[in-house]
């Protein structure tokens, strides 16, 4: 599908970007970094965060207006199909108006064309609630993504990737809540389908959608985690039972579940060290540590002030071997805070711009850069 913004710019950015990072490092001095923008500009309007706040509430404000004035001409018989007819014609304008604005005053999720857009989203929404009031959870889900994949596609909002997987799961849960196997195969079609989505974020090597597969990456990996975590499970299968007990049932295959808290965890550790990957690592060590209070809410002995402070000595000393360990790189990983940065890639590219040659455009590399962000490689 065609970007609405200039994928271009969105390129030049991002180079612009990583050179104004390895700048901070004192890996390129403030004369190559100006050349890097000379070469590779982008044109966006991007103002500060406040600023952004600001032009997105003035902008939900005269959509409203729009909507309570365009009403005075068209809404007067009072019934839904009215109203839909109104939020239809509401939902045009307001796409069309962000087109506008995009081409001619080159916004970039600059909070007006943000708040055009979830106005425009929301304005096709209503027709769909108000003419199918009976209609199933997952018949409106299904209705949803069929608006919210298009607009994301296109304008890559990070609003949308939540959207997403929040509507997918929702359909999957409601069906299989309709039959007795689907509910104990819940756990199992999470996993399954976090996995599927994680694999599918992977393949996406493109700039433009960068943030949204880094957003769907995080996702599918917490519910992955959650959907094996035997706290979870065996709670929620007292919930979905209608069990107002104060503890929850011993749940089938729960020797499994045992393995899938312990495994998960120390699997997205293993291999976020082994890809260098900062996300993979982040969410490893978090889903450890809700481990570690899973085991200990079911088979903990020591009090709480014991647990704290046999906890927090492991920790330090944990950290202290690490540090001394890692002092001299090892296995691609160090504890310095300065990383090697690769400047072989943006050298290349400037250089190709001044021979007026297009270097091959492999797409966004993650996993070969340094240890962060959407890149990773060799050093920590």
């Known amino acids: 599908m065609k970007k609405a913004y200039n994928e271009t710019w969105v390129e030049n ?3 612009q970007r990583l050179a104004a990072e390895w700048t901070s490092k004192n890996l390129l001095t403030a004369d190559q970094e100006a050349q890097v923008k000379e070469l590779f500009p982008e044109k966006f309007y991007r103002p500060g965060l406040f600023v952004k706040i600001g032009l997105f509430c003035f902008a939900v404000v005269a959509t409203s207006f729009f909507v309570g004035f365009l009403s005075l001409f068209i809404y007067d018989t009072g019934s839904d199909l009215g109203f839909s007819t ?3 014609i509401c939902c045009g304008c307001f796409f069309f108006v962000l087109e506008y604005l995009i081409k001619t005053k080159n916004l970039f999720h600059s909070g007006v064309d943000n708040a055009l857009l979830y106005a425009g989203v929301t304005a096709a929404m209503v027709p769909v609630f108000l003419l199918f009031e009976h209609a199933p959870l997952w018949g409106y889900c299904l209705i949803a993504l069929a608006v919210i994949i298009p607009v994301t596609l296109r304008y890559a909002d990070l609003l949308g990737p939540l959207a997403i997987f929040g509507l997918v799961f929702t359909i999957v849960a409601e069906l299989m809540m309709k039959f007795p196997l689907g509910k104990a195969l819940l756990p199992f079609a999470v996993m399954i389908l976090s996995a599927v989505i994680y694999a599918l974020a992977r393949k996406s090597k493109t700039i433009y959608y960068r943030e949204c597969r880094q957003i ?4 599918s990996l917490v519910t992955f985690y959650l959907g094996g975590n035997y706290l979870v499970v065996r709670e929620l299968n007292a919930i979905i039972a209608g069990l107002n007990v104060s503890v929850a049932p011993q749940i089938a295959f729960a020797p ?21 990957d900062r996300i993979l690592l982040i969410i490893g060590l978090v889903a450890f540590a809700f481990s570690v209070y899973t085991f200990r809410h079911y088979f903990g002995t020591l009090t709480p002030s014991q647990e704290l402070v046999l906890a927090g000595t492991l920790m330090i000393v944990a950290a202290i071997a690490a540090i001394k360990y890692l002092h001299t790189p090892k296995h691609g990983i160090s504890d310095e805070q300065d990383r090697k940065n690769s400047l072989e890639n943006l050298q290349a590219v400037i250089a190709a711009h001044e021979l007026g040659v297009t270097p091959g455009d492999h797409g966004l590399e993650f996993g070969g850069g340094t240890f962060g962000g959407g890149g990773a490689g060799e050093v920590y």
């Open 216 to 219: 769907f990456e995080v996702l």
């Open 13 to 15: 950015l991002h180079l």
């Open 86 to 88: 109104l939020s239809l």
């Open 256 to 276: 499994m579940f045992y393995a899938f808290t312990l495994i998960i965890p120390l699997s997205y550790i293993f291999f976020g060290l082994k890809r260098a």
